[in-house]
């Protein structure tokens, strides 16, 4: 504590966030050479550290005692005569908490009610199985593929009725993909037959902070699904997979249950097919556990999408990376 009640951070807490920062530098940042330094910065900075703090912990000494003043410390590590210690310091705290892959910035439009589960989600990825990731990863690489060409990434989600797994993989893929700044990125779904999206899809959707409206009444009703602020609404309702808005070619076919997967063996236009096959909720439909059965498929369909567009982030960001002159 100082004069007036402020708390201030000692040199250590300090020296402790430049060594946390530039471990977390690249191999390739650490053997950059900056303005004062001189040379590449591959150096022991545990070292350079313990022999800095010392110096100036020396310095801070009035009558044998150690001066606890923060300022002290801190303006001696500031002198000019520092300076190329300086700029490693600075880089170093700059990038502390840095990984090599960029990190995801939430769009602060997101939905106020949805931004705790989906924090929660993004949070969870670690948890996809490896056998899942092997697929996941391949899906990623190919949406890459398409935006590195400049053409839009459709994907369009299939199974039997769209009522329940495709409508909760298209609205979790286009969320993700806004979560984690990803333009040119369009989700659909579909199914073999069109029946309409089940009342516990939107039940479910509705638990985790999506705000879902009415538009049409029917057999088929068509709901709103808003995930986000500057963002239109998703159309949810049962349709054929290549009816009307969904597209007709160039798309990527992402089966959502085995039974439109056996019974579709080919899916006109499609570029590339992948199968998802998730577990069907509606198994547990009129039963104690129905509410938490479709909780636990929209997590594990959510965590997938965005496992999926995390990879397209640090794949993409990779490649503009090793663009650069």
């Not at 929209?298 to 990879?311: G, K, S, T």
Request: charge should be positive.
């Amino acid at each position: 504590m100082v004069p007036g009640g402020k708390t201030i951070m000692s040199a250590e807490v300090v020296a402790f966030s430049i060594l946390k920062g530039w471990k977390s530098l690249s191999p390739g940042l650490r053997g950059t050479s900056y303005p004062g330094v001189g040379a590449p910065l591959n150096l022991n900075p545990e070292r350079v550290l313990s022999k800095t703090l010392n110096r100036y912990e020396g310095e801070g000494r009035v009558d044998g005692e150690r001066a606890s003043d923060f300022g002290l410390r801190i303006s001696a590590f500031f002198r000019p005569s520092a300076f190329g210690f300086r700029v490693l310091a600075m880089i170093a705290l700059c990038c502390n908490g840095c990984s090599t892959t960029p990190p995801s910035q939430p769009n602060a439009s997101l939905l106020p009610p949805l931004r705790p589960y989906v924090q929660e989600v993004a949070n969870e990825l670690g948890m996809v199985s490896p056998d899942r990731r092997v697929m996941l990863d391949e899906i990623a690489t190919n949406i890459v593929a398409v935006l590195r060409v400049g053409k839009p990434a459709q994907m369009t989600f299939i199974c039997t009725h769209n009522s329940r797994r495709s409508h909760m993989s298209q609205i979790w893929a286009q969320t993700a993909a806004y979560y984690y700044g990803l333009e040119n990125i369009y989700a659909f779904s579909g199914g073999t037959e069109a029946t309409a999206c089940n009342c516990r899809t939107v039940a479910a959707m509705r638990r985790v902070g999506f705000a879902i409206e009415d538009a049409t009444t029917g057999d088929n009703p068509v709901y709103l699904v808003r995930y986000a602020q500057d963002r239109p609404p998703i159309r949810a309702y049962s349709k054929l997979y290549n009816a009307a808005p969904n597209p007709k070619r160039d798309f990527i076919a992402l089966m959502t249950c085995s039974v439109a997967d056996k019974s579709c063996p080919v899916v006109h236009g499609a570029v590339s097919r992948y199968a998802i096959h998730y577990a069907d909720p509606r198994l547990c439909d009129d039963t104690p556990t129905e509410a938490a059965a479709y909780n636990e498929r929209c997590r594990e369909i959510a965590r997938e999408m965005f496992y999926i567009m995390a990879e397209v982030r640090r794949q993409r960001d990779g490649v503009a990376a090793a663009s650069q002159p």
